[in-house]
């Protein structure tokens, strides 16, 4: 059984390896002003799962899509989990997984309709408590210093929009989807710094001398973290906080989850 579940999971993750050439991923956002002339800009940026979530965004979504559009996909989810082993082990790449789970559990559902599906998703999660307390805390400084909020995130913006929607943001950085592939790929490490860069150049913001602090749980964003000014990891357990020292952290380092 094991070695047939290697199998099928390294089958799912070479199906789902193709790219298109291209593609700059999605940059939804509201021009930013920097502030009065002589205060330097003050930008925020939040990573979404696990740092303003509780726990992880798209497995749970891709449950409740597949449950209210075909809740006959739901008898997929042995193949999801086969796939996400697979990535773990190293098959493919993350890319490859989220393609293969969208397809998977989601079929041809239009982009609209996902939208629609993730606006409720988020709101969901919200009302229910999925929101990290010191994420809320924190967002609420921030905007009383004034700080241009930005959410910097893989999750795919089609439903992280519901997220910034929720939580008053206007600005946000996401993973694309074209209805079949991940044009430029996951929106992780080294991709998200650039997508950021971008959004900053297109938002026509005066970034020199601005303070950026960047909050995540994933010591993968380094890319971004080096351009903080203010790089700040986040935890949700004292063992957590040991392993990121051990593993060389030396920056910043909070509990969000009281």
């Known amino acids: 059984?094991?070695?047939?579940?290697?199998?099928?999971?390294?089958?799912?993750?070479?199906?789902?390896?193709?790219?298109?050439?291209?593609?700059?991923?999605?940059?939804?956002?509201?021009?930013?002003?920097?502030?009065?002339?002589?205060?330097?800009?003050?930008?925020?940026?939040?990573?979404?799962?696990?740092?303003?979530?509780?726990?992880?965004?798209?497995?749970?979504f891709l449950l409740y899509a597949a449950w209210h559009r075909a809740p006959w996909r739901l008898a997929l989810s042995p193949v999801w989990v086969a796939a996400m082993a697979g990535y773990r082990m190293g098959l493919c790449s993350r890319t490859a997984l989220k393609r293969f789970g969208m397809r998977l559990m989601l079929g041809?559902?239009?982009?609209?309709?996902l939208e629609r599906m993730g606006a409720r998703f988020a709101r969901r999660r919200v009302e229910r408590g999925g929101m990290a307390p010191g994420a809320l805390r924190s967002l609420e400084t921030e905007r009383k210093a004034g700080a241009k909020i930005v959410i910097a995130t893989a999750a795919f913006a089609f439903y992280a929009?519901?997220?910034?929607?929720?939580?008053?943001?206007?600005?946000?950085?996401?993973?694309?989807?074209?209805?079949?592939?991940?044009?430029?790929?996951?929106?992780?490490?080294?991709?998200?710094?650039e997508r950021f860069e971008a959004w900053l150049a297109d938002s026509a913001a005066d970034d020199v001398g601005a303070d950026i602090a960047f909050y995540s749980d994933s010591l993968a964003d380094g890319p971004l973290f080096a351009r903080a000014t203010e790089p700040v990891l986040v935890v949700s357990s004292d063992r957590e906080k040991r392993r990121a020292r051990g593993r060389g952290w030396k920056g910043e380092i909070v509990n969000w989850a009281r």
């Open 1 to 60: 059984m094991a070695i047939g579940a290697v199998i099928l999971a390294e089958t799912i993750c070479r199906f789902s390896s193709g790219l298109p050439p291209g593609g700059k991923g999605v940059r939804f956002l509201h021009r930013v002003h920097a502030g009065p002339s002589g205060e330097p800009m003050r930008i925020a940026i939040y990573d979404l799962d696990r740092t303003l979530t509780r726990r992880a965004t798209f497995t749970p």
């Open 161 to 193: 929009k519901g997220f910034a929607k929720e939580l008053g943001i206007e600005h946000l950085v996401g993973t694309d989807w074209d209805g079949q592939r991940i044009p430029g790929g996951n929106c992780y490490g080294r991709v998200k710094r």
């Open 108 to 113: 041809d559902t239009a982009v609209a309709e």
